[in-house]
């Protein structure tokens, strides 16, 4: 087993690995930038080394400082987490040469899922389905106008190297096509360093679903079951769910669903946790659309209907044991939700809201899963991803594990920043939300890209005032010193327990 | 009970208040009012418990927020508030300001160049995110006052349009 | 179904059901003293009235005032919670008598178990082994010295009406007879209005193992499996798990077990949530103890490993619900593990420490459950029980288990007042308790009544001088503003960091 | 570095500390301290993490909190402290104080009773809960503070033996 652990990663998933080590009592190191240094994953840890300035290229993603802080504190294994260096093939191969275990899959998974036509490629031949597109990138946008030409529009630009969401534009017209296309180049190459961006022809209605893997260096894999994600925004999750509600309906896909990720693991020699994404279309066909070679950030749904850890999984694989479940082992209970705490405004089009946090409270209790990166008096980075916790509900149904999650929604609260848990108080209302009746265009259609503003009722606003009223007057509206009335008339009540209330103050 | 003159939103509103009841728009109501910690009350209306919490806002208005929703508050003074929010894309709005604190990846016009409504005018790149901003109307550009690779704070003017 | 539901109880208890109700879409009313209009539940719940002065008697003990209450804001149900009028037979009756239904059992059972004499004559009618001892309450103290004598000592003096430790003794030598006797008569009182007192033959080196049972009013009845709850001072629990690791080992004990408690609750006709008490000797020889005729504290534990919401469960079978599990239905899975984190010194004998808490941080995180009733700047009033919160860990093995909870309790926090946290710090540490050898008298022997102070590694108390230098000096360890030093030899990233650290101040 | 005088638990220490770095004991060591709210520091020594909690005491006493263990810390005070706790329980103990805020129950004592160690004395309820308190050493019944039904708060003198 390790002696100890290096995570090279921040916030919330950052904790969570963490938290995995602990258990297994191996000690962990956290690395911080410039602008971490007070953060929640920095305090948790048993060590913690500073790795650059706050720019993610100086310090999350600084190879060389990072390797070199694992060296000199006596680390042998790294756990990449999610983004940053995760999913970067030289990280994980200058961690071998280091004589440092990368707690992944090996570095040619990683360089060859990671280019997005070569892993269409290596399924093609596994015989998995792909979805219709170009095995090449475009070198251009003409050559891109070209290819969509011959797909038919609508057509999706995708970073040959990407994932995530980023350098990802749908197009629908032609006339959109060098704009979408210089975009998603752009940020291609500012997300993953290579500009490269390839077509694929775009699903109608698509929806998101997609398979946890679990393999291990002696042959071993299994599978944990799907996870549907099609709520996004930007081609960004933003809410996830296993099972899915339109996999479970629909016996005979899940077991080909099933069948085809642990063929495209298998088809890559795939090692340690890993995710096969698929887009399933209104017919329940199924297309490969990339396999993603790191921990997701949606695991915990997976972890709570399974109540398999799939950090520990990660760490034990990585560390060359043989996987300590079998298929048979995985027997998925209920229904859970997560929701993606992000620090972006969904009543302004899902802008980022970096910025001081002055009061964070996440629900605790039964069926409840937190894991978060961020507190009260926390400030969110301008510089990173806008994740700063998980919500997470579980209950034997859907039905029940949606009304927790509206439950556990109305007790939690992020005040400062604008955050997307407006959203999540929407949707949980949302009769086709509801139904199950989603795809990856749901949020866009349904609330325009931004959300209404709330109603606020006539008590509820009276209530506000009266506070607002108490916070300004004092005297007027406070009880005299030491008067008690001793009546119990049931219009009274109020005003006798406000003049109990040893705490009214102006 | 006291007379407090107030505008929520911006509408004007009078409360009369004092311990445990309160009298508004002719509706009388028992109030049960603790603070429970940093500007966060239970406040009891009619038995009804809310959870608000208060902030101090400029110009000695109170920003409350109950129930997911936000609102704008000030006593003793029932003047009309202006409303805020006149900023990048309400609809009549000339000017597009930066709506979170960011850098210029692109600007796509310079100055005298005609846009329509809804063209790019420039993107703006923020948590590993490009925006493109565009047009709230047609019109011409009056001034840019940035340059790719600027940071810019939230509200920064960015484009006059005229 | 419920249109609305009134809880009649206070702190971690009131939150957990309220939580429930809002889940089922019923309306939540809390109730509360004059020393808890500013505990979390009043926040939590739709509507609160106030019943009563602090002391329970005058407010949570309060029948007519908390029908009054009931009554008029419309509620038709009232769950009690665990304590104050629970296992009030009056109570319950009396609500029946308001056309309000009491989410319990019905008062007749409440009645018979509540006197445990009586308790013990029905259970030996039906077959269910008890304890030997006197089949009523001794009348003096000389009653109780020849009843001792006949049992022979050591014997158990317990309350008649009562349960949850109050009331009860364990008396060795016939000298401390007549005081214990006093004290526990004393307790009884105070805490069931009913000094009556009876003899148990004390079982040597007792485990306490329990079978939650749930039945509805069509005769259905299932059980839950078993909690271990032999960790215990003051004759009251401190932590709770489930399964026992005591008859995990023993299928044919365990079975036996379970068949008693289903005969002990068909014996009294028993409806709703329940729990039947036993207590185990070394050769796993069980006795009926006593049946708890509400939810237990420790439910949480059963809820982790089954997946079933007993609160809710209770609802169901209020509103006259069939059983919506059924026995085959209830597949335990993992092991969980509950700590009652008390406001009392565990450095102190557990003396009770009432106080204001400065700041509180509960954790969150995989496996982990966290129910509570307090919060950083509440005051933790001198009236009521001293719990404060449950911190719960699930895991898939019982050493995983206590892995997880050893991680949970590092990271968290109490301040301000002395809790049971320590306690179960040392606790998981402990070889006995990780090898499952516990019984009642584990914690008074292994800990002699009190915790040993903790260790502090010089790193530690460094680490605790420079903080403390940092707060109270500035300039002299201060960096000259501005300053930055560029390079990255090892020796100066912790020098750097501080530099790059705006935060810093005295 | 600056040197500081400092008692821990009443121990001397001195410690050389500059930005960055710190001496004490002839060990020197790499530091990073950051506050992160309310008298919380992450504290960096040699990169190992250690969260400290700080609060003032008494007399410009310090109490620091690190891993489950207070310390009583005092700055450029190189004297000796007096250690606290000579209270209730410890042996050589001659008063009997409540432990805790609560009500006398039971007084089994009156003043020139003589007691044996380990002798009830009162009980004290608080929290539902009753407490015998008992004498810390044999002797005679000096003086009885308290009646039964009396409220005390926590280190109130309740019995004194002689």
Same mark, same amino acid.
């Given at each position: 087993m390790f002696r100890k652990i290096l995570i090279a990663n921040r916030g919330e998933i950052a904790v969570r690995v963490i938290r995995a080590?602990?258990?297994?009592? =191996?000690? +962990?190191v956290a690395v911080f930038s410039d602008a971490d240094r007070k953060a929640p994953h920095v305090r948790l840890a048993d060590e913690a080394y500073r790795v650059g300035a706050a720019p993610a290229r100086e310090s999350y993603l600084n190879i060389g400082r990072i390797l070199d802080t694992a060296a000199r504190c006596g680390a042998d294994g790294i756990h990449p987490g999610y983004?940053?260096?995760?999913?970067?093939?030289?990280? %994980? !191969?200058?961690?071998?040469?280091?004589?440092?275990?990368?707690?992944?899959?090996?570095a040619s998974a990683i360089r060859e899922m990671g280019i997005k036509t070569r892993a269409r490629e290596i399924m093609s031949s *596994?015989?998995?389905?792909?979805?219709?597109? &170009?095995?090449?990138?475009a070198s251009d946008p003409g050559d891109a106008a070209s290819a969509a030409a011959r797909l038919g529009y609508p057509v999706m630009l995708k970073a040959a190297a990407g994932g995530g969401g980023k350098g990802m534009r749908l197009v629908k017209r032609p006339e959109r096509l060098r704009a979408a296309w210089e975009q998603a180049s752009g940020e291609a190459l500012k997300a993953f360093s290579d500009p490269a961006v390839y077509l694929e022809k775009a699903i109608v209605r698509p929806r998101h679903v997609e398979v946890q893997v679990l393999a291990d260096e002696h042959g071993g894999i299994i599978h944990l079951g799907e996870r549907e994600c099609s709520l996004q925004r930007r081609h960004q999750k933003v809410l996830e769910e296993s099972p899915s509600p339109l996999?479970?309906?629909?016996?005979?896909?899940?077991?080909?669903?099933?069948?085809?990720?642990?063929?495209?693991?298998?088809? #890559?020699?795939?090692?340690?946790a890993g995710t096969v994404e698929f887009l399933m279309d209104a017919e329940h066909r199924f297309y490969f659309l990339e396999m993603n070679t790191r921990l997701q950030v949606e695991h915990p749904v997976t972890e709570l209907v399974t109540g398999i850890d799939l950090v520990r999984q990660q760490i034990l694989i990585a560390a060359g044991r043989r996987l300590e479940v079998s298929q048979t082992d995985v027997v998925p209970?209920?229904?859970?939700?997560?929701? $993606? #705490?992000?620090?972006?405004?969904?009543?302004?089009?899902?802008?980022?809201?970096?910025?001081?946090?002055t009061r964070m409270n996440m629900p605790h209790g039964p069926?409840? $899963?937190?894991?978060?990166?961020?507190?009260?008096?926390?400030? #969110?980075?301008?510089?990173?991803?806008?994740?700063?916790?998980?919500?997470?509900?579980? %209950?034997?149904? $859907?039905?029940?594990?949606?009304?927790?999650?509206r439950a556990a929604l109305a007790e939690a609260s992020v005040e400062g920043i604008a955050t997307t848990l407006d959203l999540f108080r929407t949707l949980v209302e949302s009769p086709s939300f509801k139904a199950g009746d989603i795809d990856t265009g749901f949020l866009r259609r349904e609330l325009g890209g931004t959300l209404p503003a709330p109603e606020v009722s006539p008590t509820a606003r009276l209530a506000a005032v009266v506070a607002a009223v108490n916070r300004t007057s004092d005297r007027a509206v406070r009880s005299p010193a030491g008067r008690r009335t001793a009546g119990s008339r049931w219009g009274r009540i109020g005003r006798e327990a406000l003049l109990a209330n040893r705490g009214w103050h102006g | 009970?006291?007379?407090?003159?107030?505008?929520?939103?911006?509408?004007?509103?009078?409360?009369? *208040?004092?311990?445990?009841?309160?009298? *508004?728009?002719?509706?009388?109501?028992?109030?049960?009012? %603790?603070?429970?910690?940093?500007?966060?009350?239970?406040?009891?209306?009619?038995?009804r418990q809310h959870l608000v919490s208060i902030t101090r806002g400029p110009q000695g208005c109170l920003t409350a927020r109950v129930a997911g929703a936000t609102l704008e508050i000030r006593v003793a003074d029932p003047r009309r508030l202006?409303?805020?929010?006149?900023?990048?894309?309400?609809?009549?709005?000339?000017?597009?300001?930066?709506?979170?604190?960011?850098? =210029?990846?692109? #600007?796509?016009?310079?100055?005298?160049?005609?846009? &329509?409504?809804?063209?790019?005018?420039?993107? =703006?790149?923020?948590?590993?995110?490009?925006?493109?901003? !565009? +047009?709230?109307?047609?019109?011409?550009? $009056?001034?840019?006052?940035?340059?790719?690779?600027?940071s810019v704070g939230a509200g920064d003017l960015l484009i006059g349009i005229e």
């Amino acid at each position: 087993m390790f002696r100890k652990i290096l995570i090279a990663n921040r916030g919330e998933i950052a904790v969570r690995v963490i938290r995995a080590c602990r258990e297994m009592g =191996i000690p +962990a190191v956290a690395v911080f930038s410039d602008a971490d240094r007070k953060a929640p994953h920095v305090r948790l840890a048993d060590e913690a080394y500073r790795v650059g300035a706050a720019p993610a290229r100086e310090s999350y993603l600084n190879i060389g400082r990072i390797l070199d802080t694992a060296a000199r504190c006596g680390a042998d294994g790294i756990h990449p987490g999610y983004g940053f260096l995760s999913e970067n093939a030289e990280f %994980a !191969r200058a961690c071998q040469s280091a004589g440092i275990k990368f707690i992944g899959p090996p570095a040619s998974a990683i360089r060859e899922m990671g280019i997005k036509t070569r892993a269409r490629e290596i399924m093609s031949s *596994a015989g998995v389905p792909v979805v219709p597109g &170009t095995l090449t990138a475009a070198s251009d946008p003409g050559d891109a106008a070209s290819a969509a030409a011959r797909l038919g529009y609508p057509v999706m630009l995708k970073a040959a190297a990407g994932g995530g969401g980023k350098g990802m534009r749908l197009v629908k017209r032609p006339e959109r096509l060098r704009a979408a296309w210089e975009q998603a180049s752009g940020e291609a190459l500012k997300a993953f360093s290579d500009p490269a961006v390839y077509l694929e022809k775009a699903i109608v209605r698509p929806r998101h679903v997609e398979v946890q893997v679990l393999a291990d260096e002696h042959g071993g894999i299994i599978h944990l079951g799907e996870r549907e994600c099609s709520l996004q925004r930007r081609h960004q999750k933003v809410l996830e769910e296993s099972p899915s509600p339109l996999v479970t309906r629909r016996p005979q896909v899940r077991h080909e669903l099933y069948a085809a990720a642990i063929a495209a693991a298998r088809a #890559v020699s795939y090692c340690n946790a890993g995710t096969v994404e698929f887009l399933m279309d209104a017919e329940h066909r199924f297309y490969f659309l990339e396999m993603n070679t790191r921990l997701q950030v949606e695991h915990p749904v997976t972890e709570l209907v399974t109540g398999i850890d799939l950090v520990r999984q990660q760490i034990l694989i990585a560390a060359g044991r043989r996987l300590e479940v079998s298929q048979t082992d995985v027997v998925p209970r209920g229904h859970a939700i997560e929701c $993606r #705490v992000y620090a972006e405004d969904p009543r302004a089009g899902f802008l980022p809201c970096p910025g001081r946090i002055t009061r964070m409270n996440m629900p605790h209790g039964p069926g409840i $899963r937190v894991d978060g990166g961020a507190e009260s008096g926390w400030t #969110v980075p301008v510089e990173y991803d806008p994740l700063i916790a998980k919500l997470c509900a579980w %209950a034997p149904t $859907r039905e029940r594990a949606i009304a927790r999650l509206r439950a556990a929604l109305a007790e939690a609260s992020v005040e400062g920043i604008a955050t997307t848990l407006d959203l999540f108080r929407t949707l949980v209302e949302s009769p086709s939300f509801k139904a199950g009746d989603i795809d990856t265009g749901f949020l866009r259609r349904e609330l325009g890209g931004t959300l209404p503003a709330p109603e606020v009722s006539p008590t509820a606003r009276l209530a506000a005032v009266v506070a607002a009223v108490n916070r300004t007057s004092d005297r007027a509206v406070r009880s005299p010193a030491g008067r008690r009335t001793a009546g119990s008339r049931w219009g009274r009540i109020g005003r006798e327990a406000l003049l109990a209330n040893r705490g009214w103050h102006g | 009970m006291k007379k407090f003159e107030l505008s929520v939103d911006g509408q004007p509103l009078e409360l009369r *208040a004092g311990p445990g009841e309160c009298e *508004a728009e002719g509706v009388r109501s028992t109030t049960d009012v %603790a603070a429970v910690g940093q500007g966060q009350y239970s406040v009891l209306i009619d038995g009804r418990q809310h959870l608000v919490s208060i902030t101090r806002g400029p110009q000695g208005c109170l920003t409350a927020r109950v129930a997911g929703a936000t609102l704008e508050i000030r006593v003793a003074d029932p003047r009309r508030l202006p409303r805020d929010g006149a900023g990048a894309d309400s609809g009549g709005g000339r000017e597009v300001r930066a709506p979170m604190p960011g850098r =210029i990846v692109a #600007v796509h016009v310079a100055q005298g160049d005609a846009v &329509t409504n809804g063209q790019g005018l420039l993107v =703006i790149e923020a948590m590993k995110m490009q925006n493109e901003l !565009r +047009a709230p109307s047609e019109g011409r550009v $009056r001034s840019v006052a940035v340059r790719a690779g600027d940071s810019v704070g939230a509200g920064d003017l960015l484009i006059g349009i005229e």
